[in-house]
């Protein structure tokens, strides 16, 4: 089974200021690694996904993340944040198996100061 | 329109009722999922389908039902509803060839 920790609930940053958001994961097998966001009162939109190969991974918006498999961890970051980038986000993982289903964690809400 | 669409978008019932959600894809994708999302817990699947003859339990799948109609509808169902099952529901849907999930805008549930 895997299971998917966010550290941090909550991150407030400055408009333009660099951002990271953690995500750690357990899994006794390989796993994909998925970065969701939700707007406001919609659905969720993938941001960027691990897969194989490279481990650092760029997604839309300029966000990227980069996966640690020494360390069980894929933070996502951004050097520039802007006011639309406030959202909830969503670190997930599957066992890229048969139903693939998505485990996500607790969310970080970040939201972007003026 | 949306390629994952939810109905109702928002629903308040009294506990006891019996109440459907419902979602339909024009995706054509085979899989389907229902999760609930709650505050400070991430989304959670319920029950997920890979085609009208395959349904299956997720996590939380107790107070609930599903029955997927058609490739493209997939509905859940609470029997008696209860005030905790208030929350946020997803639709979601995937290609069996594809790793990206594609999630409808959810559906408010209160139960009073």
């Known amino acids: 089974a895997q299971s998917v920790t966010q550290l941090d609930s909550q991150v407030p940053v400055f408009e333009e200021a660099p951002v990271e958001l953690r995500c750690n994961y357990s899994?006794?097998?390989?796993?994909?690694l998925f970065w969701y966001v939700q707007y406001p009162n919609q659905g969720l939109q993938l941001l960027l996904k691990y897969l194989s190969g490279s481990t650092l991974v760029k997604g839309i918006n300029g966000f990227e993340a980069e996966f640690n498999k020494s360390q069980t961890s894929f933070h996502l970051r951004k050097p520039s944040v802007h006011i639309s980038d406030t959202a909830e986000y969503f670190c997930?993982?599957?066992?890229?198996?048969?139903?693939?289903?998505?485990?996500f964690g607790q969310g970080t809400r970040l939201t972007i100061n003026p | 329109d949306a390629d994952v669409t939810q109905t109702p978008r928002n629903r308040i019932t009294k506990t006891g009722k019996r109440i459907m959600l419902e979602c339909s894809q024009t995706?054509?994708?085979?899989?389907m999922y229902w999760y609930r999302q709650d505050p400070g817990l991430g989304l959670r699947l319920i029950y997920y389908?890979?085609?009208?003859?395959?349904?299956n339990k997720g996590e939380i799948s107790d107070g609930y039902s599903v029955s997927r109609q058609a490739q493209a509808k997939f509905s859940l169902s609470l029997e008696s509803a209860i005030p905790n099952q208030t929350a946020l529901y997803f639709c979601a849907t995937r290609d069996r060839g594809s790793t990206e999930a594609f999630f409808g805008q959810g559906t408010r549930l209160t139960v009073v």
């Open positions: 997930a993982v599957s066992d890229g198996q048969g139903a693939q289903k998505l485990v």
């Open positions: 899994s006794s097998v390989s796993v994909y």
């Open positions: 389908s890979f085609d009208v003859k395959d349904i």
């Open positions: 995706k054509g994708h085979d899989r």
